[in-house]
């Protein structure tokens, strides 16, 4: 079965699929964000309100923090900086939109801030200085995904061998010392293959640590993590499963590195409002209550299985506040192929972001995997790494096999893992780490979809298919530089 999360025209939102307290498997009869209004104290919303966003013009000049070296340092000063800009932008809009009754969740990261409440509340929010425009979204429908079962996989997953991983592991790089955030459905944390890489495991018999580790913009699901869909757990597995039960194999590409996650995804979709709050959360993670955020426990490597449509200027913001402060975002270029470009944003940044394609058991670039250029002519994608029949974690004590360009971003966030744990002076060296998985890739050449950087790129393939040990070497040769 086929597995990709997209935007869905759909639209996208839901305060964080639905805002309220419902599954992300479904958005039930009443109005979601009644429900996550009385839940918090905060306004008397009806079925007659409206959900909006409101972009702000101001943004701040980030491009500072890669002169600050000390990682806890960058981090801070990223958030302080986005934190002074929203505070000053948004203080009229959320005075406003509270004196109404509305649900508010600011948005910093990007200068944004998600509302429900009247209709009106809408047109005045739009009116007010400073306001770069406001729209109104609607609640999406839920589904779940399908996967095919596979059995317990007593040797490597052969998408796993496929980029080389266990030679890596037999110089004994496996990622250790590093975390991926894993923006997806959330993740089912006590799978034998994931809980002991969970970020927030602290020991057999010793109860898990979710602050800092977990994020749902749900109230019912923001004190520990879930795994409605499956998606987000099958992710994870791809990019850090460990060996699971007795008898099995490690399952992901970086057994060694630690996972947090947060659920901003349905299987069929990834609102804005459902992402965004999530990619905040990855920036300056938070207890489980949303409070307290602190940019020292960020990842290094944020995976994003999953694409949008069109571009988002609030997405594009928050790409920029990760690259300053230091963190490589990984992005599924998305299953609308073969056509040219059908690649899919906003994995599409040509040197800080990595933009992920899919290939088949043989290497060859998968039927459905999106081809560039991406929108505005960017080439597309960076790489491509395995992305069918792909075996993995699902809920529960289970396996599965899946395809589709989700699979291949997770399997390249967990070599990108690979790399900064030969290579840690790469660190908060996104735009290094993006070459290095570059100049690691074997290329595949097709100029079906044309070719860029001297005829070394392609918008089929990217540099190619990604080799763990390639990569590693080049990471080391970035890193001595």
């Known amino acids: 079965m086929r597995i990709g999360l997209s935007s869905a025209r759909a639209g996208a939102l839901a305060l964080a699929a639905c805002l309220g307290a419902v599954a992300l498997a479904g958005c039930g009869k009443e109005n979601p964000i009644s429900t996550d209004a009385a839940q918090s104290g905060q306004g008397r919303l009806t079925q007659k309100d409206s959900l909006y966003v409101a972009e702000f013009k101001d943004f701040p000049d980030l491009r500072a923090a890669s002169r600050i070296r000390d990682w806890n340092e960058r981090g801070r000063w990223v958030v302080s900086k986005l934190k002074a800009t929203a505070k000053r932008s948004q203080a009229e809009a959320i005075r406003l939109a509270s004196q109404s009754g509305a649900v508010v969740r600011p948005q ?48 490597p997953p052969r998408a796993i061998d496929q980029v080389g991983a266990p030679a890596a592991w037999d110089e004994g790089v496996t990622g250790k010392g590093v975390t991926i955030g894993i923006v997806d459905t959330g993740v089912y944390e006590r799978h034998p293959a994931l809980l002991t890489r969970y970020r927030g495991y602290r020991g057999a018999g010793r109860p898990l640590e979710h602050d800092g580790n977990w994020f749902a913009p749900i109230r019912r699901y923001e004190k520990a993590p879930v795994d409605n869909s499956g998606h987000g757990t099958h992710m994870a597995g791809s990019a850090v499963g460990g060996t699971g039960l007795p008898g099995g194999a490690p399952v992901g590409v970086a057994p060694g590195a630690q996972w947090i996650a947060g659920a901003g995804c349905t299987s069929s979709a990834c609102p804005l409002t459902g992402v965004l709050p999530v990619l905040q959360f990855m920036l300056a993670p938070t207890d489980r209550f949303r409070r307290n955020p602190n940019p020292n426990l960020r990842p290094e490597i944020v995976a994003n299985s999953w694409q949008r449509d069109s571009k988002d200027v609030a997405l594009e913001r928050a ?52 081809r560039g250029p991406a929108p505005g002519g960017l080439p597309d994608p960076d790489v491509v790494a395995p992305g069918e029949g792909v075996v993995s974690s699902t809920p529960r004590r289970g396996y599965a096999s899946a395809d589709g360009s989700s699979s291949a971003a997770a399997i390249s966030a967990g070599v990108a893992a690979l790399a900064l744990d030969a290579a840690p002076q790469l660190k908060g060296d996104p735009k290094g780490l993006v070459s290095a998985l570059r100049a690691g890739a074997k290329p595949i050449r097709d100029q079906t979809c044309g070719t860029s950087d001297g005829g070394r790129r392609n918008n089929d393939a990217g540099y190619g298919l990604l080799e763990a040990t390639r990569v590693i070497a080049a990471a080391r040769s970035e890193a001595s530089r």
Request: net charge negative.
């Open 108 to 155: 910093w990261i990007a200068n944004v801030v998600i509302l429900a409440g009247e209709d009106k509340l809408g047109e005045q929010i739009g009116a007010l200085p400073g306001v770069r425009r406001v729209w109104k979204e609607p609640f999406p429908a839920f589904d779940k995904t399908e996967l095919e079962p596979a059995p317990l996989p007593t040797s």
């Open 319 to 370: 790409i920029e506040a990760f690259q300053a402060a230091g963190m490589l975002p990984v992005f599924a270029v998305g299953n609308a192929g073969p056509a040219c470009g059908s690649a899919r944003t906003p994995g599409t940044d040509p040197d800080e972001v990595l933009s992920v394609g899919s290939v088949d058991a043989d290497g060859a670039v998968s039927a459905t995997s999106g």
